[in-house]
């Protein structure tokens, strides 16, 4: 029982498998069908489904609609963007048309796809080519938003979306695509509940896609210095496991929650605040981006993002405010550093 | 005149009566508040919808704008519930949800109206290639004004129901204004012109009901045959103002003789000297649109506990 995926083969798995249980499925994007395959997600559908998996000209707002129409008519779309910074072309039909088709036609029509797109850090992305701009889909009802972090996550994650009825923004980290880890062959879907990495004690940490990976390391480093952290994974962002997040914070008492996005308005803003109104006693802190446009300059851009050493180090801060006491451990990073192709 | 073109004229006039007394009972009802949302009467441009869906199957489907009510009963859909969704009534077409600018009848192929310009171009272009997909024989019409032409969506709409040869007619109702802006000082293109380079037929004609039907059925057979796109611009002009119930008699026309031409051009009054006895159409017309707005008075609001309903994560 050791089969083991990447996180790309797995969301391919997904695809594939689900496109062969139902031939109602199609996929559609900018590079779906060349060398690239999108990271490998979309790699052989084409050639196994021939007409149903479709290369669009760059008109991300038209191609959006089309896709809706396409769902309109019976079918399931799944709608594949390189970029999430791409995405802001088609928020006209996103949050406009598939947000609000079900519920301002009275039920009459539904709304299947899934807009699947990639976030996050590579060396020099820059500006543009960088953002994780999940958070703004997490406001608008009507839209799921699921962010999967590893390999099993992503095939169940990509396999419930593709079944489910309304709109689903599917979000992949660049750094994943080639982690490896344990997925089963069969079918299955995973549910709008968090996992626990790590079970821990004395503070909670929440990470949003690759960001729970530096959860996972900062646990380490805070393990060296006496601290027992809990790692938490919501992998849906919308709807959020609320529930689960409280039972969590309710024992530790301390939460720090890394979005891979700018953090105001953001996934840790949104749990914090839930968390406040439930009336607990707790400590907490939001990481993210820092709250400027992304350099490109690697001396810069190193500063930009949370790092397990951050993450660890404002956990340790909740303890002990002489950060002098603080001692930094080197993980092992296998970390692969994603230069191209793009 | 032959039998044939008395049973078409009794066709076109029973469908074009049947939108220009509703629009104007819709807006002889407005001041009293009883209708919840803004609306954009079709009257002046209902010879494009009557004359382009007489021209279309039941299985074929069309999408349209908030100036949508024409287009939908001329594809017949439900009189009581439109009446009922404008009055905001759980027995509306969608249910109280969308009011005038969203409406929606599956059941007669009306695929969805919007009230943002050309949002519903690209969807109804992606229906078509979900037809295309499942080897239909069914086609799409979509209809929208010359404001939707400014938009870079449409353009993008167009072209790729071309690359990929989809059976998809684009119906530009141009009424010249886009509110009170006039084409002139928006488009440096001409529409039909643009279109060409788009798609694979496009042609320009007024909106008498004749022109309109029968370059209808040529372009319509044609898309249905080739399984290719096509656009249709339709010259025609918008009776009231954008928005409301009020006449707006167009200060910006400083020839008021060319306004009372346009005026005089109404297709509705021009089909009804055709008809041999309009009067025996008009009476069981009259009655129905009566009927319509009884029901939508007596029907219950949607209560109040439902408001979450259809909305879900």
């Known amino acids: 029982m050791s ?156 396999i419930a979306a593709i079944a489910h009825k309304g709109p689903v923004l599917f979000i992949e980290h660049r750094h994943l695509h080639y982690q490896k880890g344990f997925v089963p062959e069969k079918r299955y879907g995973i549910v709008p509940e968090l996992r626990k990495l790590k079970e821990g004690s004395d503070v909670t940490l929440i990470g949003v896609s690759q960001m729970v990976v530096e959860c996972f390391r900062a646990a380490k480093i805070l393990e060296e210095n006496g601290i027992k952290a809990e790692v938490i994974d919501p992998i849906y962002l919308s709807p959020l496991d609320y529930n689960n997040i409280y039972k969590s914070v309710k024992k530790t008492k301390k939460v720090i929650v890394v979005d891979c996005d700018w953090f105001a308005s953001s996934v840790g803003a949104d749990i914090i605040s839930s968390l406040h109104e439930s009336g607990l006693d707790f400590r907490s802190f939001k990481m993210g981006f820092a709250h400027t446009t992304c350099p490109t300059a690697p001396s810069l851009e190193k500063e930009f993002y949370p790092t397990a050493e951050k993450i660890a180090k404002e956990a340790f801060f909740m303890f002990e405010e002489n950060l002098d006491k603080f001692k930094n451990v080197d993980i092992i990073r296998e970390e692969i550093e994603y230069k191209g192709p793009f | 005149m032959e039998k044939n073109d008395r049973e078409l004229i009794r066709r076109l006039y029973k469908k074009l009566y049947l939108i220009r007394k509703t629009e104007e009972e819709i807006a002889r009802v407005y001041p009293t508040d009883k209708i919840k949302s803004p609306i954009h009467l079709s009257i002046g441009q209902e010879s494009v919808s009557v004359g382009v869906c007489d021209n279309l199957k039941k299985d074929d489907v069309v999408f349209g704008t908030y100036r949508g009510h024409a287009m939908y009963l001329a594809k017949g859909g439900d009189l009581n519930k439109l009446i009922a969704e404008l009055y905001g009534k759980e027995t509306g077409c969608c249910k ?27 969807i109804a272009v992606g229906y078509a290639q979900a037809l295309k997909l499942q080897g239909s024989n069914s086609i799409v019409v979509v209809f929208f004004g010359d404001g939707a032409m400014d938009e870079g969506v449409v353009h993008e709409s167009m072209n790729y129901a071309g690359v990929k040869k989809l059976p998809i007619l684009f119906v530009l109702e141009d009424n010249q204004y886009a509110i009170f802006n006039h084409t002139y000082y928006r488009q440096f293109f001409e529409s039909v012109r643009m279109a060409d380079n788009h798609v694979w037929a496009a042609e320009q004609i007024s909106h008498d009901i004749f022109e309109v039907y029968h370059k209808a059925k040529a372009l319509i057979e044609y898309v249905r045959k080739s399984c290719t796109p096509a656009f249709l611009q339709v010259d025609t002009f918008r009776l009231k ?60 609001e949607p209560d109040w506990r439902d408001l979450e309903r259809f909305s879900y994560e």
Not at chain 1, 127 to 142: D, E, K, R, T, V
Not at chain 2, 98 to 114: C, L, Q, W
Not at chain 2, 248 to 268: A, G, W
Request: charged letters at 25%; hydrophobic letters at 35%.
């Open chain 2, 96 to 122: 109280g949800r969308g009011g005038s600018m969203h409406i929606i009848d599956k059941e007669a192929g009306v695929m969805g109206t919007s009230a943002i310009v050309g949002t519903t171009i690209p």
């Open chain 1, 3 to 158: 089969r083991i995926l990447s996180y790309g083969e797995a969301i391919n798995e997904a695809i594939y498998q689900s496109m062969e249980d139902d031939n109602k499925i199609i996929v559609m994007g900018q590079g779906v069908n060349d060398p690239n395959t999108v990271l490998g997600t979309t790699k052989g559908l084409e050639q196994k489904f021939p007409g149903r998996c479709i290369d669009t000209p760059i008109a991300e707002d038209g191609m959006t609609g089309v896709a809706i129409g396409t769902a309109l008519a019976g079918f399931k779309v799944i709608h594949t963007h390189i970029r999430m910074d791409f995405v802001l072309l088609c928020m006209n039909q996103i949050i406009n048309m598939a947000a609000k088709m079900e519920y301002m036609y009275g039920g009459e029509v539904n709304v299947p796809i899934v807009i699947k797109s990639m976030i996050g850090k590579s060396w020099g992305q820059g500006p543009q080519h960088s953002q994780g701009l999940y958070s703004l889909f997490i406001n608008i009802p009507g839209l799921r938003v699921v962010a999967p972090t590893t390999p099993y996550d992503a095939k169940g994650a990509m």
């Open chain 2, 241 to 300: 103002e954008h928005v409301g119930p009020e006449d707006y008699d167009y200060p910006d026309i400083k020839d008021r003789d060319e306004f009372k031409r346009i005026l005089k051009n109404d297709q509705v009054k021009f089909i009804r000297r055709k008809v041999k006895n309009p009067k025996e159409i008009e009476s069981i017309i009259d009655k129905k649109i009566k009927k319509a707005f009884k029901f939508a008075e007596k029907s219950e």
